[in-house]
């Protein structure tokens, strides 16, 4: 996804909380700050953020998925049925697999392992250590992040309120951690063909087609919020705008968001969430473009946006249109709260 794209899902999982209406401090923390979205959910894909070179930390967030040939076949076959099981009725990638007949048996049955161009630095990875990290410090909250976390940290005393997460990082760590999430829905990270690189054709043009239909409020220089002072109703408003807008971005994918925002299921953490997310992606990537017309082994092979989504496949976009960025939404609302939970068990 781009900038305008990674705003929206973002903004979009701060309504889709607030709307289940559960975890209230956490959409306390998040509705404030909304607009800085735009910032936050764009770090990992900014340039300057990459100034570390060949060995930077926020460099590599795909987890492309290709043929295994090695001798540990069975780690890497998930059948169909066992990965719906995995990822949950709740995330319509789970019914658009369910009803596909495209991939067969064999497709399913075939080992593939994701590889990254750098050991350790791919989604799931960023997602988890991210993750784990910030329950740490949102526990090292300034008064108003500590107001939101029940219970007390005694060592919190002992720290100055320079030292403290305050409210505007805590949120950005939030935002920040919805790119890598999002990522994870996006068809073309999880393939490891040539294609599906972001100069191929494909990924850049499926990103644009859905940044088009996101609209131009998402824009950074329209999200940024002005350079004024608000009052607190006002400031209020102006939050409660800015989801409502996310909100009406829904009608233009067909999207319809259920209650309740699930939880991971049991024994499953936010790395093993991710890997599943991240081989439902790359099915979805092998129905977009159909491995015996786009072969695996084959470096040559391309799949053009205006080829396997263009004219006479306009049901099929749709349709991707539509799981992706419900997904997208969902999985980033998912671990949010997968996340807050674990630092508030108690949420006024």
């Known amino acids: 996804m781009n900038q305008r794209t990674h705003s929206w899902i973002a903004v ?57 040939d090695g001798d540990d076949e069975e780690r890497f076959i998930t059948p169909k049925q066992e990965l719906l099981k995995r990822i949950g009725t709740a995330r319509r990638t789970a019914s658009f697999l369910e009803e596909d007949e495209s991939l067969d048996d064999s497709w399913w049955s075939t080992p593939y392992r994701g590889d990254v161009p750098k050991p350790g630095q791919h989604l ?38 320079e030292m403290r997460t305050t409210a505007e990082a805590a949120s950005m760590y939030f935002f920040m951690l919805s790119h890598f999430v999002a990522d994870a829905c996006m068809p073309c990270h999880c393939d490891g063909r040539k294609l599906a690189a972001y100069d191929e054709g494909l990924h850049k043009q499926l990103e644009g087609h859905w940044s088009k239909k996101v609209g131009t409020g998402f824009e950074k220089k329209k999200l940024l919020p002005p350079d004024l002072e608000l009052t607190e109703s006002e400031a209020r408003a102006d939050a409660n705008r800015v989801l409502q807008q996310a909100r009406d971005v829904d009608d233009k994918f067909g999207l319809e968001f259920r209650k309740p925002v699930p939880g991971l ?33 084959d470096p040559d092979a391309r799949a ?42 108690l949420d006024a």
């Open 124 to 161: 799931p990875n960023r997602a988890m250590a991210l993750t784990t990290m910030m329950k740490d410090l949102l526990l090292m909250g300034d008064p108003v992040v500590d107001r939101l976390v029940p219970g007390r940290i005694r060592f919190a005393q002992y720290m100055d309120l």
């Open 265 to 297: 299921r049991p024994k499953q953490d936010v790395w093993l969430e991710l890997i599943n997310v991240c081989r439902a992606s790359f099915a979805v990537a092998s129905i977009i473009a159909p491995p015996e017309l786009y072969p695996y082994v």
């Open 12 to 68: 979009r999982a701060i309504a889709l909380l607030a709307d289940e209406g559960k975890e209230k401090n956490l959409v306390k923390l998040l509705k404030p700050h909304a607009r800085k979205a735009t910032v936050g959910a764009w770090i990992p894909d900014q340039v300057d953020a990459k100034r570390g070179g060949a060995g930077s930390a926020t460099d590599n967030h795909v987890l492309k998925m290709e043929l295994y």
């Open 304 to 345: 053009p946006f205006d080829t396997v989504l263009g004219q006479g496949k306009e049901q099929l976009r749709d349709e991707v249109d539509k799981i992706v960025m419900h997904d997208a939404v969902l999985n980033t609302a998912i671990v949010w709260k997968h996340l807050w939970k674990k630092v508030s068990k």
